[in-house]
């Protein structure tokens, strides 16, 4: 980490999707600034994202069909919407990640 930054925090929230994982930092006044970056699963030996089962109610249903397009799968049955959810998100220090990936090259 360049320029004496080694201690400072710059949170990173990362998105886990069955496809690779996303990198997304917020940085500046107000937090103005962004960038994602995408890591295909390609890049790993081994890649797993979790998968849970949720089930809605029909008032649910349009977020599901939100969802969907973004992740998930669905399915209908009885009233309820079975929806199926691959990986999730989480937060980092970026900071530590980019050590991490020093000490690995």
């Given at each position: 980490v360049?320029g004496?930054?080694?201690?400072?925090?710059?949170?990173?929230?990362?998105y886990?999707g069955?496809?690779?994982l996303?990198?997304?930092?917020?940085?500046g006044?107000a937090?103005?600034?962004?960038?994602?970056?995408?890591?295909?699963?390609?890049?790993?030996r081994e890649?797993?994202v979790g998968?849970?089962?949720v089930?809605?109610?029909?008032?649910?249903?349009?977020s599901?069909?939100?969802?969907?397009a973004?992740?998930?799968?669905?399915?209908?049955?009885l009233?309820?919407?079975?929806?199926?959810i691959?990986?999730?998100?989480?937060?980092v220090?970026?900071t530590?990640?980019?050590?991490?990936?020093?000490?690995l090259?």
């Amino acid at each position: 980490v360049a320029g004496g930054s080694a201690n400072k925090i710059q949170h990173a929230t990362v998105y886990a999707g069955p496809n690779g994982l996303t990198f997304h930092v917020q940085h500046g006044l107000a937090k103005q600034s962004q960038c994602s970056v995408d890591l295909p699963k390609g890049l790993f030996r081994e890649y797993f994202v979790g998968e849970e089962e949720v089930w809605l109610e029909d008032s649910d249903v349009e977020s599901v069909n939100n969802h969907t397009a973004t992740g998930g799968t669905s399915s209908q049955s009885l009233g309820r919407t079975k929806e199926i959810i691959h990986g999730g998100e989480f937060g980092v220090n970026l900071t530590t990640v980019l050590e991490c990936f020093s000490v690995l090259s």
